[in-house]
Nanobody, 124 residues
Framework: QVQLVESGGGLVQAGGSLRLSCAAS????????MGWFRQAPGKEREFVSG????????YYTDSVKGRFTVFRDNAKNTVYLQMNSLKPEDTAVYYC?????????????????WGQGTQVTVSS
């Protein structure tokens, strides 16, 4: 069992930055692929970014490429999402998720554990 706790969300003006953190319980963090998803009101949960177990491979949805960076610290059982040049359309609840499979899935289904989410609001 893995418990995930996100933090770092908040209200920021367009063009600003936020860093989300996701702290995981347990000793097996490095064996999980980690993903970041977001869900805006009335919309489906969408993939934002994913990172491999070692951190050597990362993926991003097209709308955040060049603005967001995902990285992890396996010694601290934490994955991060650095978000720069934020836009109003980035407003959503952001979730981190852990996946046992070594493949970085870009849909929610394969992920085994989820955090409670953290709200990110970008004002124009």
């Amino acid at each position: 069992q893995v418990q995930l706790v996100e933090s770092g969300g908040g209200l920021v003006q367009a063009g600003g930055s936020l860093r989300l953190s996701c702290a995981a319980s347990g000793r097996t963090f490095s064996t999980y692929v980690m993903g970041w998803f977001r869900q805006a009101p009335g919309k489906e949960r969408e993939f934002v970014s994913g990172i491999s177990r070692s951190g050597g491979n990362t993926y991003y949805t097209d709308s955040v490429k060049g603005r967001f960076t995902v990285f992890r610290d396996n010694a601290k059982n934490t994955v991060y999402l650095q978000m720069n040049s934020l836009k109003p359309e980035d407003t959503a609840v952001y979730y981190c998720a852990a996946e046992k499979s070594p493949v970085i899935a870009k849909i929610p289904g394969p992920y085994d554990y989820w955090g409670q989410g953290t709200q990110v609001t970008v004002s124009s």
